[in-house]
């Protein structure tokens, strides 16, 4: 309403004040082509009165502006031309400088009696200026068109949403659908259709009402046709004042549902109504469904595990292990998938896992010396070189997200099993505090099977160019089960007990110490991953 009241103010005198408000209540309704044509207009027109604060003050708000506009430049092949973007009069040839319009298309009309109209639509980018050649042609068929009321005698008549003169008024035009309005200070009418016929002058009726503030009616998409009271009035969006009352908005375009719509224009009412249509998914203007795509992906990277989760592992807890390293390995394999047109895909996934650690532990324990009966306390100095390795496969879901032309996110989500072997290679000495011999472990180094389930989420960082990608990413592949027993048994003494001279330490029977450890738990990987692959 705060701009009702300035543009107001502005029609009947034109000041410092009202043009500068003007432009401050533009900017903040998002109209920022208008706002910078008339701060543009603030600092020409009234710079011998404006002062160097205000000049200071709107310039940063002039350079945020034109970054966020763009602009439309005319040229046509005949002078004095009307120029109307959008159903708004914007202008006559030639043009001082190029129109200042919000990014998107517009609607572009060149207009002049007693020539054809020339119309185009232009694409409107930010910071980029159009140009649109208008090539207009002397009348063939044309008629003429006579405006005349009683009462509104000087009112100023609209055709086709340029100013041409004031009742009465006649003037050629071509034979056709044309529309016009008229409007005396507070009064005038909603837009009206007329045809003029080639070689006849054409006498609409006129009927005035009080006129609501300025509005703006605007359709989603732009290329949409709008009515007012039945009356097609262009596309896209309209601008102007409608008489005070009940008015009816419809909108239509192919491939999209029909949308209408009541207006009640008061005399405090004004600003933009929105008409959105919503798209008929199965409207023949799309054509078929957006195919999706076959894509084809390998990848592997560095598989690092702080633990296995393992029963060799938990010896540690006691403080006995001198070496308890991450495990490290890599993974290897291949996925492939199809994607759906808005990104979602399904995939199944293959490769191969393998992750190795080194463990070093003491075990303490004691036995019976048969010949003196006293127990004999020793240690064990164990040296575990645990692996497992195998196949794996599973199934999920990926999501792509474009983050600009060549640059995306991709996330993965697999649900598999592992097909795993695993062994712990035990080698290491027992200790009675006086002599060291070497020890063996029964079946140690013997691999056993399992079957192992995993979910590994994965995030990745990837390039695209045509069907080709490639990417970085981190997956953490999370083994949900705990595995079997290993097949190890006693850990004995290596060499002969017999004959007086042995140690008592030779004679040591074998020990359940590491007999049927579980070969690993629950256990999280994390794998840097770096993939290549191919949409088809």
Not at 71 to 93: C, F, K, P, T, Y
Not at 407 to 416: D, K, S, T, Y
Not at 474 to 483: D, I, K, V
Request: contains cysteine.
């Amino acid at each position: 309403r705060a701009l009702d009241y300035y543009l107001e103010s502005r029609a009947l005198m034109p000041s410092v004040a009202n043009t500068q408000n003007a432009a401050i209540c533009l900017d903040e309704l998002g109209r920022y082509d208008e706002a910078l044509e008339l701060y543009e207009d603030l600092i020409t027109r009234f710079r011998e009165e404006i002062s160097e604060e205000d000049r200071a003050a709107v310039a940063p708000d002039m350079q945020r502006l034109r970054g966020q506009v763009g602009s439309i430049d005319v040229l046509a092949n005949v002078g004095q031309a009307a120029i109307v973007i959008d159903g708004r009069a914007r202008g006559r040839l030639p043009l001082v400088s190029p129109i200042r319009v919000m990014p998107g298309r517009h609607d572009v009309r060149v207009l002049k009696e007693g020539y054809e109209t020339f119309q185009s639509t232009v694409e409107v980018a930010v910071g980029k200026t159009a140009s649109v050649d208008a090539r207009l042609k002397p009348l063939a068929n044309a008629g003429r068109l006579r405006i005349e009321h009683p009462v509104l005698a000087g009112a100023e008549v609209f055709v086709d949403g340029v100013l041409l003169g004031r009742i009465p008024w006649e003037g050629t035009l071509g034979a056709g659908r044309h529309l016009f309005l008229v409007r005396k200070g507070n009064v005038g009418s909603a837009p009206k259709e007329v045809i003029v016929v080639e070689g006849q002058t054409a006498l609409p009726s006129v009927q005035a009402h009080r006129l609501g503030p300025a509005l703006r009616i605007r359709v989603e998409p732009a290329t949409a046709e709008l009515s007012i009271d039945g009356v097609p009035v262009g596309k896209g969006r309209w601008e102007g004042r409608l008489p005070v009352g009940e008015h009816r908005l419809e909108a239509r375009e192919s491939g999209y549902f029909n949308e209408a719509r009541g207006l009640k224009v008061t005399a405090e009412s004004g600003g933009d109504t929105v008409l959105r249509l919503r798209a008929q998914a199965e409207h023949p203007r799309w054509g078929t469904k957006e195919p999706g795509l076959i894509w084809l992906e390998a990848f592997g990277g560095v598989a690092i595990a702080s633990s296995f989760g393992s029963q060799a592992e938990e010896s540690c807890e006691s403080g006995s292990c001198s070496e308890n390293s991450a495990a490290w390995g890599a993974l290897v394999g291949a996925r492939a998938g199809y994607e759906f047109p808005f990104g979602l895909s399904v995939q199944a996934a293959g490769g191969y896992l393998t992750l190795g650690q080194e463990l070093g532990r003491e075990l303490g324990t004691s036995f019976e010396d048969s010949k003196t009966d006293k127990p004999v306390p020793v240690t064990y100095t164990l040296s575990d070189d645990i692996r497992i390795s195998g196949a794996l496969a599973g199934v999920g879901l990926s999501y792509r997200q474009p983050l600009g032309e060549h640059v995306e996110l991709r996330i993965h989500a697999l649900v598999g099993a592992l097909f795993a072997r695993s062994r712990d290679a035990i080698t290491g000495t027992v200790s009675d505090g006086a002599r060291t011999l070497d020890v063996y472990v029964n079946g140690s180094d013997t691999s056993v099977g399992s079957v192992d389930l995993f979910v590994m989420p994965e995030l990745q960082l990837g390039l695209r160019f045509a069907g080709f990608a490639a990417g970085l990413g981190l997956s953490a592949p999370l083994f949900l089960l705990e595995g079997p027993a290993y097949e190890t048994g006693d850990v004995s003494v290596v060499g002969s007990c017999s004959g007086p001279s042995a140690p008592a330490l030779a004679c040591a029977p074998g020990s359940e110490l590491v007999a049927g450890e579980r070969a690993y738990g629950l256990f999280l990987a994390w794998v840097p991953t770096a993939s290549a692959g191919y949409s088809f």
